[in-house]
């Protein structure tokens, strides 16, 4: 009884000390903010830098409104669409390299000789086949996060405990089951880093897209914002998509912890 | 001659904000010139922190640390470390790794190779000058560790389990180079250990420190021919015995931290 | 598949039909008049127009107009990044500020200041290398900061027993152990320094190989814009393998 005792008396002052340490690391931040609010309409002008207070505004007014919301989804629509196909593509390549010297034979030099591109520069040659619209910023996307998640299946793959492909065959496990029962949940793990690794390039990818080659979406938003002149939207837009990103890392990143148990 | 340590009343207390932990306690040992002293524990019971306190890496809660006669101010060159994990500078050559104390006394290029050269051949390193740490076995490492050591001209050694890594017939190897160097070089070695065997064959004196928190608990006297070979000597009475009584003394603090 | 690894004769030819059979497939069906001219030319037309550009000096001209753009913004960006980085790292007031602040700052998708820039900055040469100076600098901060935090106390530890003094560590023994890491922020950075080049210069034009790829479109020149991902290629190619020989060629103990 006397431990639990002790376990909450030191429990409040703990909790106290965590939050003042939360608020004290965090006061650059507030600096910073405070700066830049006091600095826009004086050291530089308000439309060139809008007030973090205008902007913060200006967020809840597009969000209340609901207007950024047609262009949110279909943001997210392509990303999740091109990020989901270059998973199932890059799995499926990465693995199939590894285990299949053929397919290795076929792909390799294609992949070393377009890696060095970076995949934003294919936007033009998305527009001549697509068009401008979704389906280049799909395309774009899934070509930009193909290589990281092909090269995390590849090596994992390639790298799968011998001994698991003993063992699993000495019960009688062969080829499709094996593939299935082996293979994948021993690579999900690096599969899953890849595509933590693809999530940042998928956003600069949609974003370049949406810059170059769309009428909607955020990077639209953003882009014609700027072109006519209404900045506080043009920043309220840049917050939010990077929000998005930063969450969707996040997410994902919580989601692995509780979903891979066992590594 | 010069490499006198005292130790006297030696704390050293942990606090990391929320809990203080005592990692050595009243402490008081005299290390004479010359003398090769092992100091043996159960693991946890601050031995290394007894090196780095020497070494200067850590700073005493209470009481002093002198080097004849003069308290310690950080790291110093009157002191030389060995680390367990060799600590080489991987992006220079053995030599270069040798040379590196040399340089910081400002010694001459030509000046410097030479005297590196002479730790080098010292240590068998010969023909390996050029290359780098990454392309050496573990005894190689702890061989470049040494000389780089030895090189700079330290009075005291501090060699904290400095063969813990490394297989039985290389430590054993690595024991004897030691003892040969220090027969002929004359330093203070301090040398922690967790090897009773390794401290007992090493050793002018053996300390075993009590468990939580540190302190001196026996100090055992080693007295043994070093003129016989390693066989001669591991398989005498007198070693045996000397052994045996350090065993008994490490084996009670062992032990006790079993109870509850 | 190893694309770090150094060229292959037998390698190459074992895998190398598949670029071979992808060619002459191209070549083939463009040919036959099997795709719309507009767009995939036949890859002989592609070629004919690279190579009329490289003589008439066009490609060389806005290649290096990209190539200013991408190293000079990411050399900035490097002597700016490893100094914050390591002052981060070794520093507890310089942490403390530019922590949150790093949170905050490598996670927002850095293309999508390309309008801000061109508001603050207009849509010249200043104004691009500034962007891919800014947004190159976080991998290059964070890495930085990273490999310095990891670097071997001991060794630290050792060069202080040796006689180095505080701040000869910095130079002695910091930055050549945290150098592996620096390189790789660096070996990141690189890619991200194209991207937000050719993304700047097909939104706002200037110049260089990624508004000679929109021209192309506009134009309904798609030679244009295949010949100049094809120079794209090279520059990416070729850069990528300076960053892996200085690699090797300075990291030669790792």
């Known amino acids: 009884m006397s431990n639990v005792n002790a376990g909450t008396a030191t429990a409040l002052p703990s909790g106290v000390r965590s939050a003042a340490r939360f608020v004290f690391d965090w006061i650059p931040l507030a600096i910073v903010t405070l700066l830049w609010e006091f600095a826009s309409g004086t050291a530089v002008p308000a439309e060139v830098l809008p007030a973090p207070s205008v902007v913060a505004g200006e967020i809840r007014e597009l969000l209340v409104t609901g207007e950024v919301f047609s262009h949110l989804f279909i943001s997210l629509f392509r990303i999740s669409v091109g990020l989901g196909l270059s ?78 492909v003993w063992s699993a065959k000495m019960m009688g496990t062969e080829g499709r089951r094996l593939f299935w029962k082996v293979i994948i949940p021993a690579t999900i793990p690096e599969i899953l880093t890849g595509v933590r690794q693809a999530i940042p390039i998928a956003f600069i990818a949609l974003v370049s897209a949406e810059l170059i080659a769309s009428n909607q979406g955020i990077g639209y938003l953003i882009l014609t914002a700027g072109q006519v002149g209404n ?6 837009n840049i917050v939010i998509i990077s929000a998005v990103a930063y969450f969707a890392v996040r997410g994902f990143e919580i989601g692995r912890e509780r979903g891979l148990v066992w590594t | 001659m010069d490499g006198n340590v005292t130790i006297s009343n030696l704390e050293k207390v942990y606090d990391d904000g929320s809990e203080r932990t005592t990692a050595v306690e009243d402490l008081t040992f005299d290390i004479d010139a010359g003398e090769f002293v092992s100091v043996v524990g159960p693991s946890g019971c601050g031995k290394s922190t007894l090196l780095y306190l020497l070494a200067g890496f850590l700073d005493e809660t209470s009481g002093t640390i002198e080097v004849d006669g003069t308290p310690i101010d950080g790291p110093g060159t009157d002191r030389g470390v060995v680390f367990q994990d ?10 270069e790794n040798v040379t590196y104390g040399l340089e910081e006394q400002d010694m001459g290029k030509e000046e410097r190779r030479s005297t590196a050269q002479q730790y080098i051949d010292m240590m068998d390193l010969s023909g390996f000058e050029d290359n780098y740490p990454k392309e050496l076995s573990g005894g190689m490492k702890q061989r470049v560790g040494l000389a780089r050591t030895l090189a700079y001209g330290p009075k005291i050694l501090l060699m904290d389990e400095p063969f813990g890594a490394l297989d039985q017939p290389l430590r054993e190897d690595l024991q004897d180079q030691l003892l040969d ?20 064959y090493l050793s002018d004196s053996v300390m075993v420190m009590t ?3 540190g302190t001196k608990k026996t100090v055992t006297d080693v007295d043994i021919d070093r003129s016989k070979s390693r066989a001669d000597i591991i398989t005498s009475d007198e070693f045996t015995e000397t052994k045996n009584e350090v065993w008994r003394s490490l084996r009670e603090e062992t032990q006790s931290g079993v109870q509850p | 598949m190893n694309l770090d690894r150094d060229f292959d004769v ?26 719309h001219y507009y767009f995939l030319p036949p890859l002989s037309d592609v070629l004919a127009r690279f190579f009329e550009l490289l003589a008439n000096g066009e490609l060389l001209e806005n290649a290096y107009l990209t190539l200013k753009r991408a190293v000079v913004g990411l050399a900035i960006a490097t002597v700016l990044g490893v100094v914050v980085g390591v002052l981060c790292a070794r520093n507890a007031a310089v942490e403390w500020f ?27 040469d200043t104004s691009k290398i500034i962007m891919v100076a800014v947004g190159t600098f976080w991998p290059i901060a964070v890495n930085a900061r990273d490999s310095t935090r990891q670097v071997d106390k001991n060794l630290v530890w050792a060069a202080k027993m040796m006689g180095t003094s505080d701040w000869r560590l910095l130079r002695r023994v910091v930055l050549p152990a945290a150098s592996p890491g620096i390189m790789t922020g660096l070996q990141i950075a690189l890619p991200l320094s194209l991207i937000i080049t050719f993304v700047f210069e097909m939104v706002a034009g200037g110049g260089g190989l990624g508004a000679l790829e929109i021209e192309g479109v506009r134009s309904f020149q798609s030679t244009l814009t295949y010949a100049a991902i094809i120079a794209i290629m090279i520059v990416g190619l070729v850069l990528d393998r300076l960053l892996r020989v200085a690699r090797a060629r300075l990291l030669r103990w790792t």
């Open chain 1, 87 to 164: 998973i199932a593509a890059g799995v499926l390549l990465g693995i199939g390299m590894a285990r299949l010297d053929p397919v290795e034979n076929f792909f390799e030099v294609l992949l070393a000789l377009t890696y060095p591109i970076p995949k934003t520069a294919l936007v033009p040659l998305a527009i001549l086949w697509l068009g401008v619209g979704t389906r280049t910023a799909i395309l774009i996307v899934f070509l930009a996060c193909l290589l990281p998640i092909v090269m995390n299946a590849y090596n994992a793959a390639s790298d799968v405990d011998q001994n698991l």
């Open chain 1, 231 to 236: 900045y506080p939207t043009m920043f309220a």
């Open chain 2, 86 to 95: 060799y600590a080489l500078f991987p992006w220079r050559t053995v030599m």
């Open chain 2, 181 to 200: 160097i220090w027969g002929d070089l004359d330093k203070t070695v301090v040398f922690v250990t967790h090897d009773v065997e390794e401290a007992v």
């Open chain 2, 211 to 213: 468990r939580h928190p």
């Open chain 3, 10 to 35: 037998v390698g190459a030819l074992k895998s190398v039909y598949s670029l071979v059979i992808i060619l002459v497939l191209w070549e083939v069906v463009t040919q036959m008049g099997m795709i």
């Open chain 3, 98 to 124: 530019f922590d949150p602040i790093i949170k905050i700052g490598y996670p927002v998708p850095i293309i999508a200041l390309v309008p801000v820039f061109m508001l603050w900055f207009g849509i010249n």
